[in-house]
């Protein structure tokens, strides 16, 4: 079920054998999406411009009568929009000679001149009568009974319903029309059905429509005799009825599948045993293997080896095979970047049913059969087969669908042939990007197509052979083109920018060079084209980890080549100022004096050697930590160390063991033990009281940000601040600071800033 807002995106599968390839109108709710049962319940499915729709049976049949005189959107209006009180004076203009009065739009409407023209009392009657049927078989809106405390829903009017039955049966003796004579019995079924009379609803069916069973009409009776079955106990008679009806119409797919999966729940051998034919049990296996949307795929290839031994022109049997590749291809998918699959064993059955489904096709779907061993070989590991099978599928004509498809499994096939991306596969790869990139940025399944091509597949292949490089321009070209966020952030958020922000110096060098080369191949050109990642960008990125690490000299260094316009984009505020409540938010105080990363790196450097070389140098050490302060988790200047900062941090203020496995730099930056020992030492050489109990203060700060966290399980990750808060009372320079400082003006604005050290002052 789909629980809340508007569901998933259709588009957002992990697939490149695309579940529209068979192109079948009537089965679009049957096409493959994680996560919900009918595709076309996902987000966005109509917005996205999907034009395989089913034709309006009951149009196309008016249209019929009407001898293909009347436009289906004119057609469509009368029967649909019009007003009944509209369609009740046609015919009573028509069979009473009442003066027509009806509105301007109805008189113009084509249908209606017809009706008029041919004076056709007997269909101008019937329409008349089924706009009177039915405002009594629309959905029910329940309300709340605060009386029986329970939902209930309102009760439908059963005498009128009774009444309509009644008119209905005798107009349909009346009309002479074989096709009138059965849209009259169906609305007389309906009013029965809708009335809660389901054993006369099955009475009447038999009575009133014993066939032929030429049309949509009869099943749409046979469906309503199907849900009497239902409400009536006969599950297993219901669901026969229901897979005759979804197996010999397009009219009703959806719906009748829906009452047969609440019928039988996924068990069909009793139903199996009312079939009457092998052409009846080839649908219900049809049907038996739509059933699986999750879990196993194992269903889908015995539902479909089923059906096509019974009937191997059964509808459906595409659908339901490309079912069985998209449920694999999203766990199989990611270890077609190297030798990682390890599920090929799921392989062999359903490419052993391609190739036999193949060598028995109509020359119109070979080109399928043979795809689908082509990809499900890919997915396997075996490049050569993949190649071999789509050779076949490209000797048939394909539908613009299969031609898709087949050039979206060529691409992956040139990634792995070799496996190894060379500069020659980059060469041959190069167009086949192009024109997937185009389409992507027009339409929106193609954005996910290329998305995973880009990220999924190419970048993982890159890396797998050691490239982290390009595999990391994979993600930046996938973001230039406007397509995805999925590398191409400037904060280093994203996977794409994670994965340079986490990379060996030695590799991030590499980088540095293979952006800066000025002899790049035509794909390395377009792989990087535009792209966030320059190598200003990188050396900030390098620069910004020395200072991560207190590395302000090799800092320094490398911040000194990158362009002032990327320096200028980062400020920070003034770094040698303590702040007695932690705040990112900058003030007006904040702007008097500021830095750059290459100033703040120059004076971190400069303050690091003062307090080296003399370690009494208590100014020295009060700004030194500041600064380190400053550029923590909890300062103003945490810019110097990250590039996004998130107000929730699993590792901030509590001394988990998580955080205990980080990084030495990643650890202080967290537990800012540096800055309270240089507070401390600051502290010690300093003599003026007022700065000795603000450094103080600053280390208590300090302190505070590790407190022990009893409970260390995932279900107590963020701790009751209550833990937080007592903690503050075990601190040991708040206690001395009280004790030795309370006489201080810094004592007595601090305890009137910080609720925190105000509740400890005034705590017994």
């Known amino acids: 079920m789909t629980a809340c807002a508007d569901g998933p995106d259709p588009y957002a599968e992990l697939s490149f054998f695309l579940n529209t390839i068979n192109k079948e109108p009537a089965f679009v709710p049957f096409y493959y999406s994680p996560s919900v049962v009918f595709y076309t319940d996902g987000y966005g499915f109509e917005e996205n411009g999907f034009d395989d729709h089913v034709p309006d049976e009951n149009l196309r049949m008016w249209q019929g009568y009407c001898r293909q005189e009347v436009p289906a959107a004119d057609l469509d209006s009368f029967i649909y929009v019009f007003d009944a009180s509209e369609v009740s004076r046609v015919y009573e203009h028509l069979g009473r000679g009442v003066a027509l009065a009806v509105t301007e739009k109805t008189a113009a409407n084509s249908f209606t001149r017809w009706l008029l023209k041919n004076k056709d009392v007997e269909a101008a009657q019937y329409l008349s009568f089924a706009k009177a049927c039915q405002p009594y078989t629309g959905p029910l809106d329940g309300e709340w009974n605060s009386t029986s405390n329970s939902y209930e829903l309102p009760k439908r009017d059963s005498a009128a319903m009774e009444r309509l039955a009644d008119e209905g049966m005798k107009l349909r003796e009346q009309a002479k029309n074989r096709e009138i004579r059965q849209r009259y019995a169906y609305q007389v079924l309906r009013m029965a059905f809708y009335s809660g009379q389901y054993d006369r609803t099955q009475e009447l069916f038999d009575k009133l429509v014993p066939g032929p069973e030429d049309n949509f009409l009869y099943y749409r009776c046979l469906a309503m005799k199907a849900g009497a079955m239902y409400r009536s106990g006969d599950k297993t008679g219901a669901a026969y009825l229901y897979s005759r009806v979804f197996n010999e119409t397009d009219d009703q797919k959806k719906t009748v599948y829906t009452s047969f999966r609440w019928a039988v729940n996924g068990d069909v051998k009793e139903v199996l045993k009312r079939c009457k034919n092998d052409h009846e049990k080839a649908g219900v296996y049809i049907m038996r293997g739509m059933y699986d949307y999750t879990g196993s795929e194992e269903p889908m290839i015995e539902a479909l ?380 050489n300093s003599t003026d009281r007022e700065v000795k109990a603000r450094c103080l203060f600053m280390a208590a700060k300090c302190w505070q940000k590790n407190c022990p966290v009893t409970d260390q399980g995932q279900n107590n990750y963020f701790p009751d601040e209550k833990e937080y808060y007592a903690n503050t009372f075990r601190n040991p320079h708040l206690r001395r600071l009280k004790s030795e400082y309370g006489d201080t003006k810094f004592f007595a604005n601090a305890a009137g800033t910080c609720s925190y050290f105000r509740d400890y002052v005034h705590a017994k």
């Not at 399928?368 to 490209?394: H, I, M, P, T």
């Not at 500069?423 to 192009?434: H, M, N, S």
């Not at 380190?628 to 590792?651: E, I």
């Open 305 to 684: 080896q089923s059906a096509y031994k019974l009937d191997p022109a059964v509808k459906g049997l595409e659908v339901l095979m490309t079912r069985c590749i998209n449920k694999m291809e999203g766990e199989m998918i990611p270890g077609t970047a190297g030798d990682k699959n390890h599920h090929k064993e799921n392989l062999a059955a359903p490419n052993t049913f391609a190739q036999k489904a193949a060598a028995g096709a109509k020359r119109g779907s070979a080109a399928y059969w043979n795809l689908c061993s082509a990809y499900l070989y890919l997915l396997g590991d075996d490049a050569a087969n993949c190649q071999v099978y789509l050779g076949k599928a490209k000797t048939f004509k394909m539908t613009t669908n299969e031609a898709e498809v087949y050039s979206l499994i060529n691409i992956l096939y040139v990634i792995r042939r070799d496996g190894r991306i060379n500069a020659g596969t980059e060469a041959e790869l190069l167009p086949l990007l192009q024109g997937v990139e185009a389409r992507a940025g027009r339409e929106g399944r193609y954005a996910s197509v290329y998305t995973n091509l880009m990220v999924t597949i190419l970048s993982a292949a890159y890396a797998a052979q050691g490239d982290d490089v390009k595999a990391v321009y994979c993600y930046s070209r996938c973001g230039y083109a406007g397509i995805s966020s999925a590398g191409y952030t400037e904060d280093y958020s994203s996977d794409g920018g994670k994965m340079l922000d986490n990379m060996p110096f030695e590799k991030l060098h590499a980088a540095e060079a293979f952006i800066s080369n000025k002899d790049k191949t035509p794909y390395e050109q377009w792989l990087t084209g535009s792209t966030v990642y320059t190598e200003g960008a990188l050396l900030e990125l390098e620069g910004t980890r020395y200072i991560r690490m207190y590395e302000f000299g090799k800092a320094a260094d490398v911040l000194a080549r990158v362009p002032d316009t990327l320096l200028k984009k980062r400020q920070l505020p003034d770094v040698m100022v303590s702040h007695i409540q932690d705040s990112q938010d900058w003030n007006k105080s904040d702007s008097g004096a500021s830095y750059n990363k290459l100033q703040f790196a120059r004076k971190m450097l400069e303050l690091q050697q003062a307090v080296t070389i003399d370690p009494k140098n208590g100014r020295a050490a009060y700004q030194y930590a500041n600064a380190l302060y400053n550029m923590s988790y909890y300062g103003k200047a945490h810019h110097a160390y990250d590039y996004y900062r998130s107000s929730t941090d699993a590792y901030a203020y509590f001394s988990y063991q998580d955080r205990n496995k980080l990084a030495p730099y990643e650890q202080e930056h967290y537990n800012v033990r540096t800055p309270e020992k240089y507070y401390l030492q600051a502290y010690e």
